[in-house]
């Protein structure tokens, strides 16, 4: 997985790519990331985030994301340009390797709900690029709807595919109920962070927040922002909805009820019309 053409921040100061993993390898896969540096005692000049879950469509909604704050002056939040994105295949998994710029502040406690609401809101206006869901030039969807690793079965190119597959679930459990997402996109898809922890975000002495980690966060019709408020579980990402303005929609219940309804299945697939379907592997 590489990405060379996707307009990243060019910087000439990152180490070689047998460097980085490197470094990695030697971090351990338990890190969230680390800082990189050209010289041991040199100064840090990025940050890589890596892991088995690490994807360039993180990586493209990031940094398209970080691009669209950065064109706003009154925007109190940011997010780290992406220099970088590959991957190692591994024997027995692949390894994803983001590499981003460096933003030296401190993580955000579990005292920053506040703080950490008012860049929440502001994520959640941002619209998509395009109208098909999910990240930045295309994949499956990551959020809390979804009960197997929050991901999506299949890629949906428009948000009607979408919506025919969580009304097929409806559907099959004898639920009378249907949802309209394409009128609650009707404006556009609006972006939806589903991981609201306070390491996923940072906070500078200017009272700027730092938005980090997309690998939960798609661009979606806007009432799947109230799903994933319904489905928190911690205090700390609680009292930051509490604090958020978000659409509402009356549809919002029954998307609930269709992510439940699978929950005996252990998967997504059930209510997938049949013109989306991946074929079977023989």
């Not at 590489?2 to 180490?15: D, E, H, M, R, T």
């Not at 890589?48 to 940094?63: F, S």
């Not at 303005?245 to 997504?268: E, H, R, T």
Request: aromatic fraction near 10%; proline fraction near 8%; charge should be neutral.
């Amino acid at each position: 997985m590489s990405a060379p053409n996707y307009g990243f921040l060019a910087n000439g100061n990152i180490p070689s790519r047998e460097t980085i993993v490197a470094v990695c390898q030697e971090a351990g896969y338990e890190c969230r990331g680390i800082p990189l540096r050209n010289h041991p005692s040199g100064p840090i000049v990025a940050w890589v985030k890596y892991g088995a879950n690490v994807t360039i469509a993180e990586a493209l909604t990031q940094d398209w994301v970080a691009k669209y704050l950065s064109a706003d002056p009154a925007a109190r939040v940011r997010v780290p340009r992406v220099h970088m994105v590959f991957s190692i295949d591994n024997p027995e998994y692949c390894i994803g390797y983001i590499v981003m710029e460096y933003i030296g502040a401190p993580d955000c406690d579990k005292s920053d709900y506040q703080l950490v609401s008012g860049a929440v809101e502001k994520l959640i206006s941002i619209p998509g690029p395009t109208s098909a869901p999910g990240p930045v030039g295309g994949g499956r969807i990551i959020h809390t709807f979804f009960i197997d690793q929050w991901t999506s079965p299949i890629t949906y190119d428009t948000v009607d595919d979408l919506q025919e597959h969580v009304n097929g679930v409806l559907k099959y459990k004898g639920d009378s109920r249907r949802v309209d997402l394409v009128a609650d996109a009707c404006a556009g898809l609006r972006l939806c962070p589903c991981d609201i922890t306070p390491a996923n975000f940072k906070k500078c002495e200017d009272g700027t927040v730092v938005a980090l980690d997309f690998r939960a966060t798609c661009f979606l019709p806007p009432c799947f922002f109230a799903v994933a408020v319904r489905m928190l579980v911690d205090n700390f990402s609680r009292k930051v909805a509490r604090r958020v303005s978000y659409p509402q929609s009356s549809d919002v219940d029954a998307i609930l009820s269709a992510s439940y309804f699978m929950v005996p299945f252990g998967n997504n697939n059930i209510g997938i019309p049949k013109r989306l379907r991946l074929p079977k592997k023989l």
